[in-house]
């Protein structure tokens, strides 16, 4: 019974991990894509950071589904192989951003596919960000919850 708690605990915290990544990831595309019109921190206007409340959440749902398989994967892959390091999300997570640019640009859509270098490497930036956030919020402490769900309920010997 301990096992199936960390298990179901163990499963909210990667999807709680997905939704901070993919809000992540959406913010920096946002500040990327207002970096590129010329928005800059020393001139706020109202208008700009008042449509970023509204923005960064809706683009993250946008994010999070067509991210959601090639990520499940890599989330699956990191949890079997146990791999609880930055570096690891990081690269998953271009790796993610990789295999959505692919899936666009055969889907044949010349408005939706990203044909600019900076454009895919700026999803490929997002996706990096995104790991290192899913990282930060769930991909450390998961060494943790295999020692709960495995510890046993009584202490052991004091070795006086």
């Given at each position: 019974?301990?096992?199936?708690?960390?298990y179901?605990?163990?499963?909210?915290?990667?999807?709680?991990g997905?939704v901070?990544?993919?809000?992540?990831a959406?913010?920096?595309?946002?500040?990327?894509?207002?970096?590129?019109?010329?928005?800059?921190?020393?001139?706020?206007?109202?208008?700009?950071?008042?449509?970023?409340w509204?923005?960064?959440?809706?683009v993250?749902?946008?994010?999070?589904?067509?991210a959601?398989?090639?990520?499940?994967v890599?989330?699956l892959?990191s949890?079997i192989?146990?791999?609880?390091?930055?570096?690891?999300?990081a690269?998953?997570?271009?790796?993610?951003?990789?295999?959505f640019?692919?899936?666009?640009?055969?889907?044949?859509?010349?408005?939706?596919?990203?044909?600019d270098?900076?454009?895919m490497?700026?999803?490929?930036?997002?996706?990096?960000v995104?790991g290192?956030f899913?990282?930060?919020?769930?991909?450390r402490?998961?060494?943790?919850w295999?020692?709960?769900?495995?510890a046993?309920?009584s202490?052991?010997?004091?070795?006086?």
């Amino acid at each position: 019974m301990n096992r199936l708690i960390a298990y179901l605990v163990r499963f909210a915290v990667i999807l709680i991990g997905y939704v901070v990544a993919s809000l992540a990831a959406s913010a920096f595309l946002n500040l990327l894509f207002l970096a590129s019109l010329g928005y800059t921190p020393e001139h706020p206007e109202p208008a700009a950071t008042a449509s970023l409340w509204f923005s960064i959440p809706f683009v993250a749902l946008f994010v999070a589904y067509f991210a959601f398989m090639p990520a499940a994967v890599a989330i699956l892959i990191s949890e079997i192989l146990s791999r609880r390091d930055w570096l690891f999300y990081a690269l998953a997570g271009a790796v993610v951003a990789a295999v959505f640019l692919g899936f666009a640009r055969q889907t044949a859509d010349a408005n939706f596919a990203a044909t600019d270098t900076r454009d895919m490497l700026a999803v490929i930036g997002c996706g990096m960000v995104g790991g290192i956030f899913y990282w930060l919020s769930a991909g450390r402490w998961a060494g943790s919850w295999r020692e709960a769900g495995d510890a046993p309920t009584s202490p052991g010997p004091s070795g006086s």
